[in-house]
């Protein structure tokens, strides 16, 4: 299975993006998904986290501004970003959590160590302009 993640494109500091998260013929409702972004030149970051049951996690910089949510009927997650900076600028990712879940702190654990994800597929640019 290939995530593919949608919705990028360019704003003005202090705007808003909703990015989407969707895989073809597979169902993610059992499955965590991470949010992850990388900039040219520099490592890939985790930005957040959803699991299955929808505990979310977020790294400490959009904490407050991002949201991520599950729509199962849509078989969706999203990715709400609200009072974007430049800083949030990068091409975001979504990825499937293939690890065990043995609670929301593990979970939390492996979206902060990037590890156990995979489906990775294309992502979506987000551009924040001053």
């Known amino acids: 299975v290939q995530l593919q993640a949608s919705g990028g494109g360019m704003v003005h500091t202090g705007g808003s993006l909703r990015l989407s998260c969707s895989a073809s013929g597979f169902n993610l409702d059992n499955y965590g998904i991470g949010w992850f972004r990388r900039v040219p030149g520099k490592e890939r970051e985790w930005v957040s986290c959803?699991?299955?049951?929808?505990?979310?996690f977020y790294t400490d910089s959009v904490k407050g501004r991002f949201t991520a949510s599950r729509d199962h009927a849509e078989n969706t997650v999203y990715l709400q970003m609200n009072s974007l900076k430049t800083e949030d600028t990068a091409v975001y990712h979504c990825?499937?959590?293939?690890?065990?879940?043995?609670?929301?702190?593990?979970?939390?654990?492996?979206?902060?160590?990037?590890?156990?994800?995979?489906?990775w597929g294309q992502g979506t640019l987000v551009t924040v302009s001053s």
């Open positions: 959803i699991s299955s049951d929808g505990s979310t």
């Open positions: 990825a499937l959590y293939m690890g065990a879940y043995y609670s929301g702190s593990y979970f939390y654990s492996r979206c902060l160590a990037s590890a156990d994800f995979g489906s």
